[in-house]
C-alpha cells in the first residue's frame, strides 16, 4: 500500500523518532516525560507501525523494528495490543526454501468499518467499508435535500443506521461516519459555509450528528473526499502532489500537495468549473455566467447535442449516441473536451503535479471526449510538463462518491494524532459494545 495521507496538523505532529526515549520514558535530554506526553508517545508509535504495516503488508515484527528504529520490546508491546484490539493479524507465508513459514503481520480489515454517505440534491448514497475501503454494504435514499438541511440531518442519521443493521456490523466496530458535498465546507468545524447545489448557507452538520448517532463524524468537500479515496486505496498510492478531476454535471477538482488535501483559506479550492471562461456566456447554475461547468458539463453538452437534433435528449441516449459515432454527438463532444483540455492543462501548468486522475460519471462519454482532454495535457502544458505527468481514467462506479467520504474516516483514524485530540485514532475506539442509540 502507499503511503497515507496525512493533514498539515499531522504532519505537525511527527516527532523525531526517538526508541530510547519510548522505551524508558525520557526525552532525548533526559527530562522524564510526563503522562500525557508519554501516551502521546505510544499513539505516535503505535500509528507509525500501522502506516508501516499498510505500506509494507505482511511485515514482520523484526522487520519493523529495524525500519522504525524502534526497539524490539516496544514493538512487540505495540504489536501485542494493536493485536488484542483487532487492529493487525498475524499470518504465515511459507517461505521459498521451505522450513517454519514466518510469522508476519497485516491489517485485520474486519477490525473495523467505516460509513461514507455522499449527499446530493434528490437524495444521498451510503456504504459501509472495511478498513480497506472495501464497500460490504450499500444503498440509496431519495429525498429532496434542496432548501432542507433538517431533512438532511434525518436522512443521515436514518440512512447510517439501516446501512449498518442490513451490513451487521456491531457498533462497537463502528469508526464514525464521513459525508462528502459539494460547496464550501469547513472541515475543521464541521459547518457546510455555502452550497449553491444544495441552496445551503452556514448550515452545521457534525455537532448534530454526533448527538444524533453518538459516533465521530467528519465532513469535507466531495472532490476532497475523492482524492483521499485516491490515496488510501486507488490511483494515487505512490503519488505525493497529484490532482483528481471529476467530470459530469460539474467539473471539480481534487488537489493533494505532499500528500495532503489543499482545501484553501475557506473551504472553497478546486472549483476548476467555475472558473470564468467565456465571459457574458451561458448562465452557470453558481449564478454566474460563462463558467467552465457551463460549457463542458453534460448538461452543457446535452443541450448543445439537442439543439442540433431538434429535441431533448437524455443522458442515457447521449452516451448511446456517443458509442453509435453520431456525427453531431462526436463533433460536440470533442470540442468540449478540446475547451476542458486547456483548462486543465492551464491547471498542471500552475500545480505541476505528478499525476492527474480523471474520474465522475462523465468519463462514460469515452474517447470522444477524454482523448482531447489528455492530447491538450500533453501538447499545452508549459515546458513539456505535461508529457511527464502520469494520467490515469478510472472506472466509475455510483458508489465512489460515497466510498471517498468513507476513506476520510479511515484517514482521520489512522492520522498521526495530536496532543488533543487522540481519541479518534483507531486504537482508541472502545473495547466493549456502544450503548444502543435511540431511533
Given at each position: 500500500m502507499?503511503?497515507?495521507t496525512?493533514?498539515?496538523?499531522e504532519?505537525?505532529?511527527?516527532?523525531?523518532?526517538?526508541?530510547a526515549a519510548?522505551?524508558?520514558?525520557a526525552?532525548?535530554?533526559?527530562?522524564?516525560?510526563?503522562r500525557?506526553s508519554?501516551?502521546l508517545?505510544r499513539?505516535?508509535n503505535?500509528?507509525?507501525?500501522?502506516?508501516?504495516?499498510?505500506?509494507s503488508?505482511?511485515?514482520?515484527?523484526?522487520q519493523?523494528a529495524?525500519q522504525?528504529?524502534?526497539?524490539?520490546?516496544?514493538v512487540?508491546?505495540?504489536?501485542?495490543r494493536?493485536?488484542?484490539?483487532?487492529?493487525l493479524?498475524e499470518?504465515?507465508?511459507?517461505?521459498a526454501?521451505g522450513g517454519?513459514?514466518?510469522?508476519?503481520?497485516?491489517?485485520?480489515?474486519?477490525?473495523?468499518y467505516?460509513?461514507?454517505?455522499k449527499?446530493?440534491?434528490?437524495?444521498?448514497?451510503?456504504?459501509?467499508?472495511?478498513?480497506?475501503?472495501?464497500?460490504?454494504?450499500?444503498?440509496?435514499?431519495?429525498?429532496?435535500?434542496?432548501?432542507?438541511?433538517a431533512?438532511?440531518l434525518?436522512?443521515i442519521?436514518?440512512?447510517?443506521r439501516d446501512?449498518?443493521?442490513?451490513?451487521?456490523?456491531?457498533?462497537?466496530k463502528?469508526?464514525?461516519?464521513?459525508i462528502g458535498?459539494?460547496?464550501?465546507?469547513?472541515s475543521?468545524?464541521?459547518?457546510?459555509?455555502?452550497?449553491?447545489?444544495?441552496r445551503?448557507?452556514?448550515?452545521?452538520l457534525?455537532?448534530?450528528?454526533?448527538r444524533?448517532?453518538?459516533?465521530?463524524v467528519w465532513?469535507?468537500?466531495?472532490?476532497?473526499?475523492?482524492?483521499?479515496?485516491?490515496?488510501?486505496?486507488g490511483?494515487?498510492?505512490?503519488?505525493?502532489?497529484?490532482?483528481?478531476?471529476?467530470v459530469?454535471r460539474?467539473?471539480?477538482?481534487?488537489?493533494?500537495?505532499d500528500?495532503?488535501?489543499?482545501?484553501?483559506a475557506?473551504?472553497?479550492?478546486?472549483?476548476l468549473?467555475?472558473?470564468?471562461?467565456?465571459?457574458?456566456?451561458?448562465?452557470?447554475?453558481?449564478?454566474?455566467?460563462?463558467?467552465?461547468?457551463?460549457?463542458?458539463?453534460?448538461?452543457?453538452?446535452?443541450?448543445?447535442?439537442?439543439?442540433?437534433?431538434?429535441?431533448?435528449i437524455t443522458?442515457?441516449?447521449?452516451i448511446?449516441l456517443?458509442g453509435?459515432e453520431?456525427e453531431?454527438t462526436?463533433?460536440?463532444?470533442e470540442a468540449?473536451?478540446?475547451?476542458l483540455?486547456?483548462a486543465?492543462?492551464?491547471?498542471?501548468?500552475?500545480?505541476n503535479?505528478?499525476a492527474?486522475?480523471?474520474?465522475?460519471e462523465?468519463?462514460d462519454?469515452?474517447?470522444p471526449y477524454?482523448d482531447?482532454?489528455?492530447?491538450a495535457?500533453?501538447?499545452q502544458t508549459f515546458?513539456?510538463q505535461?508529457?511527464?505527468?502520469?494520467v490515469?481514467?478510472?472506472?466509475?462506479?455510483?458508489e465512489?462518491?460515497a466510498?471517498?467520504?468513507?476513506?476520510?474516516?479511515l484517514r482521520?483514524?489512522?492520522?498521526?494524532?495530536?496532543p488533543?485530540d487522540?481519541g479518534?485514532?483507531?486504537?482508541?475506539?472502545?473495547e466493549?459494545?456502544l450503548p444502543?442509540?435511540r431511533?
Amino acid at each position: 500500500m502507499g503511503q497515507k495521507t496525512l493533514s498539515d496538523r499531522e504532519v505537525r505532529a511527527r516527532p523525531a523518532r526517538e526508541p530510547a526515549a519510548a522505551a524508558h520514558g525520557a526525552a532525548s535530554d533526559g527530562t522524564p516525560l510526563r503522562r500525557g506526553s508519554r501516551e502521546l508517545l505510544r499513539d505516535l508509535n503505535s500509528s507509525l507501525l500501522i502506516e508501516m504495516v499498510r505500506e509494507s503488508r505482511p511485515i514482520s515484527r523484526a522487520q519493523l523494528a529495524r525500519q522504525s528504529g524502534l526497539s524490539a520490546p516496544t514493538v512487540s508491546t505495540i504489536v501485542g495490543r494493536l493485536i488484542e484490539r483487532g487492529i493487525l493479524v498475524e499470518v504465515a507465508i511459507a517461505p521459498a526454501n521451505g522450513g517454519r513459514p514466518p510469522v508476519l503481520l497485516d491489517i485485520n480489515s474486519t477490525g473495523g468499518y467505516v460509513v461514507g454517505i455522499k449527499l446530493r440534491g434528490d437524495g444521498l448514497t451510503t456504504v459501509v467499508c472495511d478498513l480497506d475501503a472495501h464497500v460490504v454494504a450499500t444503498s440509496e435514499s431519495s429525498v429532496s435535500l434542496v432548501n432542507d438541511p433538517a431533512a438532511a440531518l434525518q436522512a443521515i442519521s436514518t440512512a447510517t443506521r439501516d446501512a449498518l443493521r442490513r451490513a451487521g456490523v456491531p457498533r462497537s466496530k463502528v469508526l464514525g461516519v464521513g459525508i462528502g458535498l459539494s460547496g464550501v465546507i469547513d472541515s475543521e468545524a464541521g459547518v457546510c459555509r455555502f452550497s449553491h447545489l444544495l441552496r445551503w448557507r452556514d448550515v452545521e452538520l457534525v455537532k448534530p450528528l454526533r448527538r444524533s448517532l453518538r459516533l465521530p463524524v467528519w465532513i469535507d468537500h466531495d472532490m476532497n473526499c475523492l482524492a483521499i479515496a485516491e490515496k488510501w486505496a486507488g490511483d494515487a498510492l505512490a503519488y505525493r502532489d497529484f490532482v483528481t478531476l471529476s467530470v459530469g454535471r460539474g467539473i471539480g477538482l481534487g488537489i493533494v500537495i505532499d500528500r495532503s488535501p489543499y482545501r484553501g483559506a475557506t473551504g472553497s479550492s478546486g472549483e476548476l468549473g467555475h472558473m470564468i471562461v467565456e465571459p457574458g456566456g451561458p448562465a452557470c447554475e453558481c449564478g454566474r455566467f460563462g463558467c467552465l461547468e457551463a460549457l463542458v458539463g453534460e448538461d452543457a453538452i446535452r443541450r448543445r447535442v439537442g439543439e442540433r437534433h431538434g429535441r431533448e435528449i437524455t443522458r442515457d441516449e447521449l452516451i448511446e449516441l456517443a458509442g453509435q459515432e453520431d456525427e453531431v454527438t462526436i463533433e460536440v463532444l470533442e470540442a468540449a473536451g478540446r475547451k476542458l483540455g486547456l483548462a486543465v492543462a492551464n491547471m498542471l501548468t500552475l500545480l505541476n503535479p505528478e499525476a492527474l486522475i480523471i474520474c465522475g460519471e462523465g468519463t462514460d462519454l469515452g474517447a470522444p471526449y477524454l482523448d482531447p482532454v489528455v492530447t491538450a495535457v500533453r501538447e499545452q502544458t508549459f515546458a513539456d510538463q505535461g508529457r511527464q505527468v502520469a494520467v490515469k481514467i478510472q472506472s466509475w462506479g455510483d458508489e465512489a462518491w460515497a466510498v471517498g467520504a468513507a476513506t476520510l474516516v479511515l484517514r482521520e483514524s489512522f492520522s498521526l494524532p495530536a496532543p488533543d485530540d487522540a481519541g479518534s485514532a483507531i486504537w482508541h475506539r472502545p473495547e466493549t459494545p456502544l450503548p444502543p442509540v435511540r431511533a
